[in-house]
């Protein structure tokens, strides 16, 4: 097989150019479909979307089996790249200062409204680390997944649904973790006139986290604004977010596929 899939490719491979082939491939109605890329000189160059038994392969079925590929291709990789970034993220300032927010919860010297800040700054790192560990169970299961679909690496239409909704979890996690920490700022900017009028609460190690924690709010706040193409004031529950990512990045992905499919050299006459 692996034969003919060259053989396909270099038949629409022009002069000097290179090309690879995808590993991951698309059953879809009885077809096994397949991305080739080209380049000349470092500049990419074009591609073409097929499978090897094409003869009876209506127009119709090849425009829904390349939405179904497009979205494989782009939702596993950036699930494979952010999620594997976010899982390995140095953590370690959040744990220890919640570790000692914990601990000053046991201070009886402070004020009624000093314990209210310190309990909700608790209360938002615990949640905050729990995502984390939400997000690492769901990269573990991300690549079980994709392990599982080795070495022939083919993908169904189910598959594409279940790769969406791990896509959507992980921006769920992100983008509440990043709330999360944008709502604390301005908390953690009272901890620390809490902890300026309690020296017995200075430690040299946490106030330089909980100055880390209070800066950046601004910035994060536009990041996330750029990142989150959803409106999130009108979703509730995590299903409801999960499925508003899903239908909204199916049609970006749907307006993008214009005009990569103008640029795929085979097959022809698919717009």
């Known amino acids: 097989m692996q034969v003919e899939l060259k053989h396909k490719v270099e038949h629409h491979k022009k002069l000097f150019e290179s090309y690879w082939i995808d590993q991951k491939n698309l059953s879809y109605k009885g077809n096994v479909y397949h ?10 160059t074009g591609g073409i979307f097929f499978t090897l038994r094409d003869e009876n392969v209506t127009k119709e079925e090849y425009l829904e089996a390349f939405e179904l590929y497009t979205l494989l291709l782009t939702r596993y990789g950036k699930t494979l790249k952010y999620g594997t970034e976010r899982k390995n993220i140095n953590m370690i300032g959040f744990e220890k200062t919640n570790t000692y927010l914990n601990d000053v919860q046991n201070n009886t010297s402070l004020t009624k409204e000093d314990f209210s800040i310190i309990n909700s ?5 615990e949640q905050i680390l729990d995502y984390q560990k939400q997000l690492s169970n769901l990269m573990n299961r991300f690549n079980n997944f994709i392990k599982s679909k080795e070495p022939k690496n083919i993908y169904t239409p189910e598959d594409v649904d279940e790769i969406l909704k791990m896509n959507a979890e992980l921006d769920y996690l992100q983008n509440r ?8 700022t301005d908390e953690f900017k009272l901890l620390q006139q809490i902890i300026q ?9 946490i106030n330089k986290y909980i100055a880390e924690f209070t800066k950046g709010k601004e910035q994060m706040r536009e990041e996330l604004a750029q990142a989150t193409y959803i409106d999130t004031s009108k979703v509730q529950s995590k299903e409801e977010y999960m499925d508003a990512y899903i239908q909204d990045y199916i049609q970006r992905q749907r307006n993008s596929n214009k005009k990569i499919i103008k640029e795929l050299r085979y097959p022809v006459n698919l717009t």
């Open 35 to 44: 991305m080739a890329f080209y380049k000349r000189f470092n500049k990419d």
């Open 121 to 125: 700054l608790h209360d938002s790192i």
């Open 177 to 184: 973790q990043i709330n999360l920490l944008i709502d604390s």
């Open 197 to 205: 009028h309690n020296p017995d609460l200075s430690n040299a190690e």
